[in-house]
Each structure stands twice: as structure tokens, then as C-alpha cells.
């Protein structure tokens, strides 16, 4: 299987979310989270709000029985919304956030450049 099958067969598991319709499930209580790495952060600013969680260290933050678990994990409940820079990345760790019993883990379609392009809120790369 090469990895093009592999992220389509993963999108068929879960609802993707697009930049308005993530918005508007943060402001029902879901959690927007930040996979990109630092230097992507520093150089196209964030999302206002938004958990910054790196990928590495995904699984461990958003299980609430993991004992490294952020305060957001209050339970297997939780809807958790991750994005990385394009929406590639934050697919696959939507899905092994499904794995390991988090069931409402989708990821942004498109990642944090569409949510720009939508105009919604962004903060200022550092080095701007």
C-alpha cells in the first residue's frame, strides 16, 4: 500500500472539518490543536486559542489516562481537532487518535493554511 492509499483509506474513517465549520466547533467546546513543529509556527503565526501539542508527543497529551495527559483531557469524550500546515499529517494523527479510544478525533481539512485562506483569526509569525 503506498501512502496515498493509506491517508485515503484513513479519511474514509472520520468526518474532516473544514476552517469555518472547526471554528464554529471550538466555540461548542472542541479542542483545535497544533501538530506543526516550531519552525512552521514561527514562520506562519498560529491560531489564536489553539493547543499547541507536537506530533511526537500527540498520543500521550490527549489520553486522558496516559499520566502526561494535558488538562483539556478530561475524558474519552473529548473532540479533539488537530491541523498541521496542508491537512496531510493531522489526518494520520486524527486516526491514531481514534485508535487508542478517542473517538471524536477528526482533523482541519486543509490544516492551518486553509484556515488562513478562510480568513479566520491568525497571529503574526514570530518573525514578523
Known amino acids: ?45 498560529t491560531v489564536p486559542g489553539a493547543l499547541i501539542i507536537e506530533r511526537n508527543h500527540l498520543e500521550w497529551r490527549c ?7 494535558v488538562p483539556e483531557a478530561t475524558g474519552r469524550d473529548v473532540r479533539w481537532i488537530v491541523f498541521c500546515d496542508e491537512g496531510y499529517a493531522s489526518s494520520l494523527a486524527a486516526a491514531s487518535l481514534r485508535a487508542i479510544g478517542l473517538p471524536r478525533a477528526t482533523d482541519l481539512d486543509g490544516g492551518f493554511q486553509a484556515w488562513r485562506r478562510a480568513g479566520l483569526p491568525v497571529t503574526p509569525p514570530s518573525g514578523a
Open 63 to 69: 489520553d486522558p489516562a496516559s499520566g502526561a495527559s
Open 1 to 45: 500500500m503506498t501512502i496515498d492509499a493509506h491517508l485515503a483509506a484513513v479519511r474514509e474513517t472520520f468526518e474532516r472539518l473544514g476552517p469555518r465549520e472547526a471554528h464554529a466547533a471550538v466555540r461548542e467546546g472542541a479542542v483545535l490543536v497544533d501538530t506543526r513543529p516550531a519552525f512552521q509556527r514561527d514562520a506562519s503565526g
